[in-house]
């Protein structure tokens, strides 16, 4: 009896995670912050980071088909990445450190065509954000490190991958730069066309 009352409680307790789970629309209303609810106690603590259902009940009806893990000193920019055939849509979220994360609409007929959005996630603020399929997407380390995680739509698929550069002045994005120090980029991230340039969705 006692145990068939644990199993009713913590499926009661896990089941209220639908219930308070929180989809935030950004000023790009396709790109949507996700704040989880967290468990915790004296042993740690529990979230839920997706759940099939309850996303798609909120604008977010996609199925993963991988799961990528980085990890990255402060100072490091990864992007700004996308692919244009077989794009990935990406829920992305942090387990260790803070980054800045960004994602730029690239999709000629949106009414936010060329805008981005910014958003700080951290280990301990467990935000999670959903970057849609048609967009270019990055992040900027802030903490001595972090270790970045995310799930996506489609298949990884390097002859089709873009950058766009990081400090495009037409994008004139805020990185939030530790001490204004320039981030340190791969070759292929220093190599990136500008917006304007670069390969557009329909």
Not at 10 to 37: G, Q, W
Not at 60 to 76: C, L, P
Request: glycine content about 6%; charged content about 20%.
């Amino acid at each position: 009896m006692y145990e068939a009352l644990k199993i009713i409680v913590a499926i009661d307790r896990v089941s209220s995670i639908k219930n308070y789970m929180k989809f935030i629309p950004s000023a790009i209303p396709d790109v949507i912050l996700v704040e989880p609810t967290v468990f915790g106690d004296q042993r740690g603590f529990f979230m839920e980071t997706w759940q099939r259902q309850t996303f798609a009940e909120n604008g977010i009806d996609y199925d993963f088909v991988q799961d990528n893990h980085s990890k990255s000193s402060q100072g490091i920019l990864r992007g700004l990445h996308y692919q244009i055939q077989h794009p990935q849509g990406k829920l992305v979220r942090v387990v260790e450190g803070t980054v800045f994360d960004v994602a730029v609409d690239m999709r000629i007929s949106s009414p936010t065509f060329g805008q981005w959005v910014g958003y700080e996630l951290s280990a301990e603020n467990h935000r999670i954000l959903w970057v849609p399929p048609g967009f270019a997407h990055g992040f900027y380390v802030m903490s001595n490190t972090a270790e970045f995680v995310y799930k996506c739509t489609d298949y990884y698929a390097p002859e089709y991958e873009r950058s766009v550069l990081w400090n495009d002045p037409d994008l004139a994005i805020d990185w939030h730069l530790v001490n204004e120090v320039p981030p340190v980029l791969s070759d292929k991230d220093a190599k990136a066309v500008t917006f304007k340039d670069a390969d557009k969705f329909l």
